[in-house]
């Protein structure tokens, strides 16, 4: 237990880093911070890698083994009514607990913060229970996704143009930490039932589609009711004159979170201890293992979000709009594309679903060239959002392409890719991007009228890059699957034959 929350602090204090760099080197070498202001940061860095650390321990002891065995067990009874509840049930609780939707809630000006997070869960609620019957029913990924899709970009014609870069947004930032692991257990327990030769390629699948149903929810909330939203109001840097200062900022914030993460996790826990009351299926050893796996998650997510609120959010904004005030402005687009890069490249998320991908596809996708696609793809995407917002170009341009490019992919990218790259998507948009990246780019907004315009919407570019960055890799990997194998033109690169690629893509073995 203890060596797996040393390798996960580890694998938080990784994807810190990159940040930590930017703001030292920022500090050091073009703007001068006041120290009491780099302080504070630096605190709330060690709370987030604490707090990462035990977050992700606890979702790997309790959430991920409940996921995959509430998946298994409710597919089995072959009951579509309890495979519907607890489908949709198990989403929308799941994405309640979610860090990055609770960091969003509190950045959106001019929506009730409850009430964003209801119409989300319950988005992904139905987007999980419309992803579960997708593998029961075998259905096609792309033809969802290409139905979806049109739905989608049909209400953000008609949603008011401030409502739809949070809309998008949301969608980005609801499978995080706690979800993904959590949605990819339960779709493998699922998909581990059919147990055909497509059933672990639809396994696949479910990021993508809860990334979508909040899409649709919030843009259905913005047509409904119509929010035009307030004024958006920058967190106050707080007066701090010593380390006891920095230490009582902290601990006054602590009390409130307390209580808001427990609201946000006693869902969970109440789905775990009816679905343990029904089966037994945990004993006494594993049901320990379980309860000490949320108590890891309760105090990871306090001290998460103890350090966003108080360290991560406000310098994030300070630091944009002092960059964007200075004569250092063009620093911008390459500063944002070289923090998307290896912000990418350090995710906990994104490590682990290269490993599944790597496990699932017996080495036919290699790890090392999804890290190199993603990575190059968040960069392109970060430097897009600043020319966004420094050029006041509406979002449209940006994901509309980026939706065709997508669905036009899925009839040639092969099935495994498709799936892996809409489920990236939410492995992408990780801690960082809502506690950092999306602050930063509020405070790059010197005209605070459009920030719902400029601002927002960042979340959304990034997690659009890995379905067009991963489908464009598994076409150019079937194409030499096919140059490799010209005397085989039988055999169905797809589903009936193993391609395995060295890391220059050299030699294949047909398995």
């Known amino acids: 237990m203890f060596e797996k929350l040393k390798e996960m602090t580890h694998e938080s204090m990784l994807t810190v880093i990159p940040i930590i760099a930017v703001v030292v080197a920022f500090t050091a070498f073009i703007q001068p911070m006041p120290a009491q202001m780099l302080l504070l940061f630096l605190f709330g860095a060690v709370l987030l890698v604490v707090g990462m650390g035990l977050l992700t321990t606890g979702v790997d002891m309790a959430l991920m083994p409940l996921g995959g065995d509430i998946g298994s067990s409710m597919t089995k009874s072959r009951k579509m009514l309890l495979i519907c509840v607890f489908s949709f049930v198990m989403g929308a609780t799941i994405s309640f607990a979610e860090p990055d939707l609770q960091v969003l809630s509190k950045l959106v000006p001019g929506i009730e913060r409850w009430t964003l997070l209801i119409t989300v869960s319950i988005g992904v609620g139905l987007s999980m229970l419309m992803a579960v019957l997708r593998i029961i029913l075998n259905v096609s990924l792309s033809k969802i996704i290409i139905v979806c899709y049109a739905i989608m970009i049909s209400l953000a014609i008609i949603a008011p143009s ?10 980005g930032v609801v499978t995080g930490p ?31 589609l809860c990334i979508i149903g909040p899409v649709i929810s919030v843009l259905l909330l913005g047509i409904v009711f119509s929010p035009q939203g307030a004024p958006y109001a920058p967190p106050p840097i707080p007066e701090l004159s010593s380390t006891n200062d920095i230490t009582m900022e902290f601990l006054s914030h602590l009390p409130y979170h307390l209580v808001d993460v427990a609201r946000s996790v006693w869902p969970i826990i109440a789905v775990f201890a009816i679905y343990q009351a029904i089966t037994r299926r945990y004993h006494r050893k594993s049901f320990f293992r379980m309860l000490m796996g949320f108590a890891y998650t309760y105090v990871g997510l306090v001290l998460f979000m103890t350090g966003v609120d108080v360290g991560f959010i406000p310098i994030g904004t300070f630091l944009g709009s002092d960059l964007s005030a200075s004569a250092y402005r063009w620093l911008l687009i390459p500063l944002a594309a070289l923090l998307g890069y290896f912000s990418c490249a350090a995710e906990p998320a994104i490590h682990a679903l290269r490993k599944q991908v790597e496990e699932v596809s017996l080495g036919v996708i290699p790890g090392a060239a999804v890290m190199r696609y993603l990575s190059v793809g968040v960069a392109i995407a970060l430097a897009c959002t600043m020319l966004r917002i420094l050029y006041h170009i509406p979002i449209y341009f940006f994901l509309f392409p980026c939706y065709l490019s997508a669905i036009i992919l899925t009839f040639f990218s092969p099935k495994m890719y498709t799936g892996i790259a809409f489920d990236t998507a939410g492995a992408v948009t990780g801690p960082m991007t809502s506690t950092f990246l999306l602050p930063f780019a509020i405070g790059v907004c010197l005209d605070r009228e459009r920030i719902m315009l400029d601002a927002f919407g960042t979340v959304a570019l990034i997690a659009m890059t890995p379905p067009v960055s991963l ?41």
């Open 178 to 208: 706690i979800a993904v692991p959590f949605i990819l257990a339960m779709g493998l327990g699922v998909a581990s039932i059919r147990a055909d030769k497509t059933s672990l390629d639809d396994s696949f699948g479910l990021v993508a």
């Open 471 to 511: 489908q464009i890799m598994g076409v150019v990997y079937k194409r030499k699957a096919q140059l490799v194998l010209p005397d085989k033109p039988d055999v169905d690169i797809d589903d009936d034959a193993i391609i395995v690629f060295d890391e220059k893509g050299g030699d294949a073995v047909d398995d």
């Open 162 to 171: 401030n409502f739809v870069p949070i809309a998008f947004d949301a969608g």
